[in-house]
């Protein structure tokens, strides 16, 4: 009893004079508010502080977000004050930016896509919302091309979409096609042969007026595509991506805009039209 006492005594006197008897733990960095986490089907995907996934939207091709109302029910917006972002150390803090949404509420942008989450997703690590309607995609930092769906709009100031044989017909409405990670459109060269670029050639020139979409392997594509579909040639010393076959071209006339695709036009349609998955493979030279 007497050595209990003791002992009792003397916890009493260190919790009075020197804190708990244990050591602290040390006390928590700030949160991370969006980190990467491994997903066993989608490899690396961007989630909120708890994993929750983050998702685009196809729709959202310049940017701006196009999911409100009711759609917000079921994809509500993801936001983190910029000052309070912190990020995983392999993310680029310049690829997040923040966008006004049309009630003023603030959303969180990646690349140019505004961030979501979907209400089916019941517990970290959920992907539930992959490829729903063929538009929504799970977050990744490393897609080699996405998908837009918006209104062709041509350099000669006409509206087109993208039937489904892939060809380019005047009308109104929304088109899926590919671009790349940052949104921006990408088409093809209706005289190309399969793997080989007759535009570019040895002409560096012809660089400037479409660009070739540089990239030196392929990562990761949206669900619904086959990854094999996408190979890796050599241009003037460049590495050119290529879809069945087709290599894949920027029209300089964009301007690097973000939904913008007037090169469906130029010189006529058809001629460097935008590609899905209803483009036919390219002919064997």
């Known amino acids: 009893m007497l050595l209990l006492a003791t ?9 009075d004079n020197n ?3 244990y050591p602290p733990t040390n006390p928590p960095g700030p949160q991370t508010t969006i980190k990467l986490a491994n997903n066993t089907k989608f490899g690396a995907i961007l ?8 998702y685009f939207f196809s729709n959202d091709a310049q ?3 196009t999911c409100s109302g009711g759609c917000s029910a079921i994809w509500p917006t993801f936001y983190v ?13 310049a690829d997040f930016t923040t966008v006004t949404r049309a009630d003023g509420s603030k959303q969180t942008v990646y690349k140019g896509w505004p961030l979501y989450y979907y209400a089916d997703d019941e517990k970290a690590g959920d992907t539930n919302g992959d490829n729903v309607l063929s538009t929504w995609f799970v977050a990744k930092p490393d897609y080699s091309v996405m998908v837009a769906n918006f209104q062709l709009h041509g350099n000669d100031g006409k509206d087109y979409v993208l039937d489904n044989t892939g060809k380019i017909v005047l009308g109104t409405g929304l088109s899926k096609y590919l671009v790349d990670d940052r949104g921006l459109t990408l088409y093809k060269f209706s005289n190309d042969k399969s793997g080989t670029n007759t535009f570019t050639n040895n002409d560096e020139t012809h660089n400037a007026i479409w660009p070739i979409y540089e990239i030196a392997d392929v990562k990761n594509v949206p669900t619904g595509f086959a990854k094999t579909d996408f190979t890796i040639i050599t241009v003037l010393g460049k590495k050119q991506i290529t879809y069945k076959g087709w290599p894949m071209y920027y029209f300089g006339q964009d301007a690097k805009v973000m939904g913008a695709n007037k090169g469906v036009s130029v010189p006529s349609p058809n001629v460097w039209p935008v590609l899905y998955t209803t483009t036919a493979a390219a002919p064997l030279p």
């Open 81 to 93: 004050d910029p000052n309070n972002l912190t990020i995983d150390s392999t993310l680029n803090k």
């Open 19 to 21: 804190g708990p008897v």
């Open 47 to 54: 989630t909120d502080s708890t994993g929750r996934s983050l």
């Open 7 to 15: 002992v009792m005594t003397s916890c009493s006197d260190d919790n």
């Open 63 to 65: 940017g701006a977000p």
